[in-house]
């Protein structure tokens, strides 16, 4: 299985600035055929389901802010807001879905400093 | 709108079965992947298993497989999740959610709120 280890744990940011969120995972999760990287990101608020963001490492959905972003390559990704706000307060998990079974990292946590 | 609604969830002893229902609506069902995706209390989620448009095809983590199956119902929009021989590890709010492809579970673009399972004796 692909395990996927994300970092930093917690990140207290103030309002306005940068936040970046690192993952990696144990092997690649880019497919040559296709030229894509198999890898989604996405944001969980207290009392809610996990709710998609970004995938293939770097499209957002429809009616994310772009103020988020999705970058990376073979087993290095990266998510980051770049003017933090309010309502980004949340629990952040990258999931990869190169092979099954699908792995999430184990979370980043965005706090307002 | 999209919609997808758990059911089936409660309180089950150890070596027990439950069977979880999720009744899909506001999309073409067979169209797409589903899977079973859980969370602990105070934990990150955990993909379970998940299933192709077609029901053909299915997927299983290590931790449930040989225990629990997937299976849908694509005549009634209903995906389902048969678990037994529980455990008292599998205690979490199981989640059903809807993928963005159909041949296997990629990324899950519509979840539902959830339906809770405690195995406890």
């Known amino acids: 299985d692909i395990v996927m280890a994300q970092s930093p744990d917690s990140l207290v940011v103030s309002l306005g600035e940068r936040a970046t969120i690192n993952c990696k995972s144990s092997?690649?999760?880019?497919?040559?055929?296709?030229?894509?990287?198999?890898l989604a990101w996405y944001q969980q608020k207290p009392g809610q389901p996990p709710k998609l963001l970004i995938s293939w490492a770097s499209t957002r959905e429809s009616g994310v802010p772009d103020r988020f972003s999705g970058s990376g390559s073979g087993t290095n990704f990266t998510l980051t807001i770049s003017s933090l706000q309010a309502e980004d307060v949340a629990i952040y998990y990258c999931q990869q879905y190169h092979s099954p079974p699908l792995t999430f990292g184990g979370g980043t946590k965005v706090e307002i400093k | 709108e999209v919609q997808l609604l758990e059911s089936g969830g409660g309180l089950v002893q150890p070596g027990g079965s439950l069977r979880l229902s999720c009744v899909a609506s506001g999309f073409t069902f067979s169209s797409y992947a589903l899977s079973w995706v859980r969370q602990a209390p105070g934990k990150g989620p955990e993909w379970v298993s998940g299933?192709?448009?077609?029901?053909?095809?299915?997927h299983y983590a290590d931790s449930v497989k040989g225990r629990f199956t997937i299976s849908r119902d694509n005549s009634k929009n209903t995906l389902y999740l048969q678990m037994d021989s529980l455990r008292v590890e599998d205690t979490a709010l199981y989640y059903c959610?809807?993928?963005?492809?159909?041949?296997?579970?990629?990324?899950?673009?519509?979840w539902g709120n959830g339906t809770t399972v405690t195995v406890s004796s």
């Open positions: 299933i192709s448009g077609t029901g053909g095809n299915t």
């Open positions: 959610a809807k993928d963005r492809l159909a041949a296997r579970p990629y990324f899950m673009d519509v």
């Open positions: 092997q690649s999760l880019f497919y040559d055929s296709y030229n894509k990287k198999y």
